[in-house]
Protein backbone atom coordinates (compact mmCIF):
# COMPACT_ATOMS: atom_id res chain seq x y z
CA UNK A 1 0.00 0.00 0.00
CA UNK A 2 0.78 3.51 -0.47
CA UNK A 3 2.87 5.44 2.28
CA UNK A 4 0.50 8.19 3.18
CA UNK A 5 2.07 11.94 5.13
CA UNK A 6 -1.26 13.40 5.90
CA UNK A 7 -3.35 14.96 8.86
CA UNK A 8 -5.82 12.74 9.46
CA UNK A 9 -8.47 13.70 12.00
CA UNK A 10 -10.24 10.45 13.68
CA UNK A 11 -13.09 10.41 15.90
CA UNK A 12 -13.78 7.82 18.42
CA UNK A 13 -10.13 7.08 18.45
CA UNK A 14 -9.79 5.63 22.48
CA UNK A 15 -10.83 2.07 21.80
CA UNK A 16 -11.26 -0.39 19.04
CA UNK A 17 -11.01 0.17 15.30
CA UNK A 18 -10.65 3.97 15.99
CA UNK A 19 -7.51 3.52 17.99
CA UNK A 20 -5.93 0.47 15.60
CA UNK A 21 -6.71 3.47 12.58
CA UNK A 22 -4.40 5.50 14.64
CA UNK A 23 -2.17 3.30 15.85
CA UNK A 24 -1.67 2.39 11.96
CA UNK A 25 -1.61 5.58 10.29
CA UNK A 26 1.04 6.90 12.77
CA UNK A 27 3.32 3.74 11.64
CA UNK A 28 2.90 5.45 8.72
CA UNK A 29 3.92 8.73 9.02
CA UNK A 30 0.95 10.73 9.26
CA UNK A 31 0.09 13.20 11.95
CA UNK A 32 -2.82 12.99 13.87
CA UNK A 33 -5.59 14.48 15.56
CA UNK A 34 -7.12 11.94 17.96
CA UNK A 35 -10.50 12.48 19.80
CA UNK A 36 -13.28 10.95 22.40
CA UNK A 37 -14.77 11.21 25.50
CA UNK A 38 -11.99 9.85 27.98
CA UNK A 39 -8.88 12.34 28.43
CA UNK A 40 -6.70 10.39 30.19
CA UNK A 41 -7.00 7.41 27.23
CA UNK A 42 -6.43 10.22 24.81
CA UNK A 43 -3.18 11.45 26.38
CA UNK A 44 -1.74 7.94 26.65
CA UNK A 45 -2.00 7.06 23.17
CA UNK A 46 -0.29 10.32 22.21
CA UNK A 47 2.90 9.76 24.18
CA UNK A 48 2.85 5.95 22.59
CA UNK A 49 2.30 7.36 18.88
CA UNK A 50 4.94 10.54 19.39
CA UNK A 51 7.21 8.22 21.03
CA UNK A 52 6.94 5.37 19.15
CA UNK A 53 6.50 6.98 15.67
CA UNK A 54 7.65 10.65 16.19
CA UNK A 55 4.79 11.96 14.61
CA UNK A 56 2.65 14.92 15.49
CA UNK A 57 -0.96 14.25 17.76
CA UNK A 58 -3.40 16.48 18.74
CA UNK A 59 -5.78 14.93 20.98
CA UNK A 60 -9.41 17.17 21.22
CA UNK A 61 -11.80 15.37 24.09
CA UNK A 62 -15.29 16.43 23.46
CA UNK A 63 -18.81 14.42 22.79
CA UNK A 64 -19.59 14.23 19.26
CA UNK A 65 -23.06 14.42 20.38
CA UNK A 66 -22.44 17.46 21.55
CA UNK A 67 -22.53 19.89 18.87
CA UNK A 68 -21.66 23.13 20.50
CA UNK A 69 -18.74 21.03 22.34
CA UNK A 70 -18.07 19.78 18.86
CA UNK A 71 -18.00 22.95 17.11
CA UNK A 72 -15.56 24.53 20.45
CA UNK A 73 -12.82 21.68 19.97
CA UNK A 74 -12.96 21.49 16.00
CA UNK A 75 -12.97 25.70 15.88
CA UNK A 76 -10.17 25.72 18.35
CA UNK A 77 -7.70 24.08 15.56
CA UNK A 78 -5.58 26.34 13.80
CA UNK A 79 -3.03 26.71 11.04
CA UNK A 80 -1.50 23.54 9.89
CA UNK A 81 -3.20 21.93 12.33
CA UNK A 82 -6.88 22.61 10.57
CA UNK A 83 -5.85 21.78 7.08
CA UNK A 84 -7.05 18.01 7.91
CA UNK A 85 -6.52 15.71 5.14
CA UNK A 86 -8.37 12.98 6.01
CA UNK A 87 -11.40 12.17 8.10
CA UNK A 88 -12.27 9.30 9.68
CA UNK A 89 -15.89 9.27 11.03
CA UNK A 90 -15.36 6.25 13.52
CA UNK A 91 -17.36 7.12 16.35
CA UNK A 92 -19.97 4.73 17.09
CA UNK A 93 -21.87 2.29 19.38
CA UNK A 94 -25.22 0.23 19.78
CA UNK A 95 -26.92 0.31 23.13
CA UNK A 96 -29.47 -2.31 23.98
CA UNK A 97 -30.35 -5.86 21.90
CA UNK A 98 -34.78 -6.06 22.25
CA UNK A 99 -37.59 -6.16 20.04
CA UNK A 100 -38.70 -2.94 19.20
CA UNK A 101 -41.79 -2.85 21.61
CA UNK A 102 -39.56 -3.74 24.49
CA UNK A 103 -37.19 -1.20 22.98
CA UNK A 104 -35.22 1.44 25.81
CA UNK A 105 -35.84 4.81 24.62
CA UNK A 106 -32.56 6.10 26.08
CA UNK A 107 -30.91 3.72 23.97
CA UNK A 108 -32.75 5.01 20.86
CA UNK A 109 -31.57 8.46 21.42
CA UNK A 110 -27.86 7.41 22.41
CA UNK A 111 -27.49 5.49 18.93
CA UNK A 112 -29.23 8.20 17.07
CA UNK A 113 -27.42 10.77 18.51
CA UNK A 114 -23.76 9.22 18.24
CA UNK A 115 -23.89 7.15 15.14
CA UNK A 116 -25.72 9.71 13.04
CA UNK A 117 -25.93 13.10 14.25
CA UNK A 118 -22.16 12.89 15.91
CA UNK A 119 -20.91 11.67 12.19
CA UNK A 120 -23.33 15.09 10.75
CA UNK A 121 -21.39 17.69 13.26
CA UNK A 122 -18.18 16.65 12.70
CA UNK A 123 -18.60 16.16 8.79
CA UNK A 124 -20.62 19.84 8.79
CA UNK A 125 -17.54 21.24 10.48
CA UNK A 126 -14.67 19.43 8.69
CA UNK A 127 -15.70 19.75 5.43
CA UNK A 128 -15.77 23.30 4.45
CA UNK A 129 -12.23 23.58 4.34
CA UNK A 130 -11.87 20.33 2.02
CA UNK A 131 -14.20 22.31 -0.25
CA UNK A 132 -12.18 25.25 -0.20
CA UNK A 133 -8.99 23.77 -0.80
CA UNK A 134 -10.69 21.22 -3.31
CA UNK A 135 -9.23 17.99 -2.17
CA UNK A 136 -9.89 15.71 1.13
CA UNK A 137 -11.17 12.23 1.73
CA UNK A 138 -13.92 11.55 4.26
CA UNK A 139 -14.13 7.50 5.38
CA UNK A 140 -16.93 6.85 7.23
CA UNK A 141 -16.97 3.61 9.90
CA UNK A 142 -20.38 1.80 8.45
CA UNK A 143 -21.67 -1.73 9.60
CA UNK A 144 -22.91 -4.81 7.74
CA UNK A 145 -25.98 -3.56 9.28
CA UNK A 146 -26.09 -0.42 7.55
CA UNK A 147 -26.27 -3.25 4.40
CA UNK A 148 -28.85 -5.86 6.21
CA UNK A 149 -30.86 -6.23 9.19
CA UNK A 150 -31.21 -8.88 12.10
CA UNK A 151 -33.62 -9.32 15.17
CA UNK A 152 -33.68 -7.05 18.21
CA UNK A 153 -31.39 -4.96 16.17
CA UNK A 154 -33.95 -2.47 15.14
CA UNK A 155 -32.95 1.03 15.55
CA UNK A 156 -28.73 -0.01 15.55
CA UNK A 157 -29.56 -1.12 11.95
CA UNK A 158 -31.65 1.74 11.07
CA UNK A 159 -28.61 4.36 12.38
CA UNK A 160 -26.08 2.50 9.95
CA UNK A 161 -28.41 2.27 7.08
CA UNK A 162 -28.71 5.98 7.66
CA UNK A 163 -24.84 5.78 7.51
CA UNK A 164 -24.73 4.22 4.31
CA UNK A 165 -27.02 6.44 2.48
CA UNK A 166 -25.67 9.52 4.00
CA UNK A 167 -22.27 8.41 2.37
CA UNK A 168 -23.75 7.96 -0.87
CA UNK A 169 -25.67 11.67 -0.60
CA UNK A 170 -22.34 13.35 0.51
CA UNK A 171 -19.99 11.79 -1.52
CA UNK A 172 -22.89 12.85 -4.43
CA UNK A 173 -22.36 16.95 -2.60
CA UNK A 174 -19.19 16.62 -2.89
CA UNK A 175 -17.22 14.80 -5.70
CA UNK A 176 -17.66 17.65 -7.64
CA UNK A 177 -14.54 19.43 -5.14
CA UNK A 178 -12.64 16.50 -5.85
CA UNK A 179 -13.40 15.28 -2.33
CA UNK A 180 -13.41 11.33 -2.32
CA UNK A 181 -16.36 9.71 0.39
CA UNK A 182 -15.77 6.16 0.95
CA UNK A 183 -16.99 3.97 3.89
CA UNK A 184 -15.66 0.80 5.26
CA UNK A 185 -18.77 -1.66 6.59
CA UNK A 186 -16.89 -4.81 8.94
CA UNK A 187 -19.59 -7.56 10.08
CA UNK A 188 -18.49 -8.96 13.97
CA UNK A 189 -15.64 -7.09 14.97
CA UNK A 190 -13.60 -7.90 18.29
CA UNK A 191 -11.04 -6.07 20.11
CA UNK A 192 -13.10 -3.30 20.40
CA UNK A 193 -15.77 -2.15 23.37
CA UNK A 194 -18.90 -2.57 21.04
CA UNK A 195 -20.53 -6.01 22.98
CA UNK A 196 -19.62 -4.29 26.28
CA UNK A 197 -21.47 -0.69 25.71
CA UNK A 198 -24.43 -2.84 23.73
CA UNK A 199 -24.72 -4.85 26.94
CA UNK A 200 -24.31 -1.98 29.53
CA UNK A 201 -20.99 -3.64 30.81
CA UNK A 202 -22.54 -7.18 31.23
CA UNK A 203 -19.26 -9.29 30.55
CA UNK A 204 -20.93 -12.26 29.82
CA UNK A 205 -23.78 -11.14 27.64
CA UNK A 206 -21.14 -9.62 26.25
CA UNK A 207 -18.93 -12.93 25.46
CA UNK A 208 -20.23 -13.34 21.73
CA UNK A 209 -17.00 -14.38 19.93
CA UNK A 210 -16.24 -17.21 21.81
CA UNK A 211 -17.30 -20.05 19.43
CA UNK A 212 -15.54 -18.47 16.15
CA UNK A 213 -13.40 -15.85 14.59
CA UNK A 214 -14.66 -12.69 14.08
CA UNK A 215 -12.65 -9.62 12.38
CA UNK A 216 -10.25 -7.66 14.67
CA UNK A 217 -10.07 -3.85 15.04
CA UNK A 218 -6.50 -4.52 13.23
CA UNK A 219 -8.35 -6.16 10.47
CA UNK A 220 -10.29 -3.03 9.50
CA UNK A 221 -7.84 -0.49 10.59
CA UNK A 222 -5.92 -2.10 7.53
CA UNK A 223 -8.88 -1.29 5.28
CA UNK A 224 -9.32 1.78 5.94
CA UNK A 225 -5.64 2.42 5.17
CA UNK A 226 -6.24 0.56 2.15
CA UNK A 227 -9.03 2.87 1.34
CA UNK A 228 -6.87 6.19 2.33
CA UNK A 229 -3.79 5.25 0.24
CA UNK A 230 -5.39 4.93 -3.18
CA UNK A 231 -4.02 7.04 -5.82
CA UNK A 232 -5.78 10.51 -6.16
CA UNK A 233 -7.85 9.27 -8.56
CA UNK A 234 -9.46 6.31 -6.87
CA UNK A 235 -12.32 6.35 -4.65
CA UNK A 236 -12.71 3.21 -2.66
CA UNK A 237 -16.61 4.00 -2.31
CA UNK A 238 -17.39 0.67 0.37
CA UNK A 239 -15.42 -1.96 1.76
CA UNK A 240 -17.92 -4.72 3.00
CA UNK A 241 -15.65 -7.24 5.20
CA UNK A 242 -16.52 -10.29 7.37
CA UNK A 243 -14.70 -12.89 8.96
CA UNK A 244 -14.91 -16.15 7.20
CA UNK A 245 -17.32 -17.78 9.60
CA UNK A 246 -19.60 -15.26 8.77
CA UNK A 247 -21.81 -15.73 5.97
CA UNK A 248 -23.63 -12.50 6.43
CA UNK A 249 -25.22 -10.40 8.92
CA UNK A 250 -27.25 -13.14 10.68
CA UNK A 251 -25.43 -16.47 9.88
CA UNK A 252 -22.33 -17.40 11.39
CA UNK A 253 -20.33 -20.89 11.51
CA UNK A 254 -20.16 -21.16 15.35
CA UNK A 255 -18.43 -24.56 15.83
CA UNK A 256 -15.17 -22.83 17.32
CA UNK A 257 -12.18 -20.58 16.73
CA UNK A 258 -10.66 -22.16 14.32
CA UNK A 259 -8.32 -19.75 13.06
CA UNK A 260 -6.58 -19.55 16.75
CA UNK A 261 -2.96 -20.16 16.89
Known sequence: MKKLTN?????????????????????????????????????????????????????????????????????????????????????????????????????????????????????????????????????????????????????????KHGVEALTRAIRIDLHEYNIRVSQVSPGHVEETEFAKVRFDGDTQRAKIYEDFNPLTSKDVAQAVYFVASQPKHVNIQDIVMMGTQQANVTIINRNGRIYDK
Open 7 to 159: LVLITGATSGIGKASAILFAKKGNDLIITGRRKERLEKLKEKLVSKYAVKVKPLCFDVRNYKATKKAIGSLKGKWSEIDILLNNAGLAKGFSSIEEGELEHWETMIDTNLKGLLYVTRLVSPKMVKAKKGHIINICSTAGHGVYPKGNVYCAT
